[in-house]
């Protein structure tokens, strides 16, 4: 079994910073892609940001130049900084891993539980 772990959502004033991270434990042999996703209520969940294991990073257009994905390898740990935040950046932001676990090299996607990003004065 894998888990995700994430962790620094909170309440922020727009134009205010957070940084979030997700750490992957487990049965883990390697990890393809980590990234984050975003789901606002009522609405469907969205890609925010991805990282390859070979340092590709992927950006939604609506947060391109505002956030930054980076990751560690070597921890299993991806991060997520966010600045020049903005109330229609509230949702729920998903922590994602494409990996392969220990167990037969089997090729398996896990989610986090979900922390919570309010953006609001």
């Known amino acids: 079994q894998v888990q995700l772990v994430e962790s620094g959502g909170g309440l922020v004033q727009p134009g205010g910073s957070l940084r979030l991270s997700c750490a992957a434990s487990?049965?883990?042999?390697?990890?393809?892609?980590m990234g984050w996703y975003r789901q606002a209520p009522g609405k469907q969940r969205e890609l925010v940001a991805t990282?390859?294991?070979?340092?590709?990073?992927d950006y939604a257009d609506s947060v391109k130049d505002r956030f930054t994905i980076s990751r560690d390898n070597a921890k299993n740990t991806v991060y997520l900084q966010m600045n020049s935040l903005k109330p229609e950046d509230t949702a729920v932001y998903y922590c994602n891993a494409d990996l392969f676990e220990t167990t037969w090299y089997r090729r398996s996607e896990y989610w986090g539980q979900g922390t919570q990003v309010t953006v609001s004065s």
């Open positions: 487990g049965n883990i042999w390697g990890i393809n892609v």
């Open positions: 990282a390859s294991h070979g340092g590709r990073l």
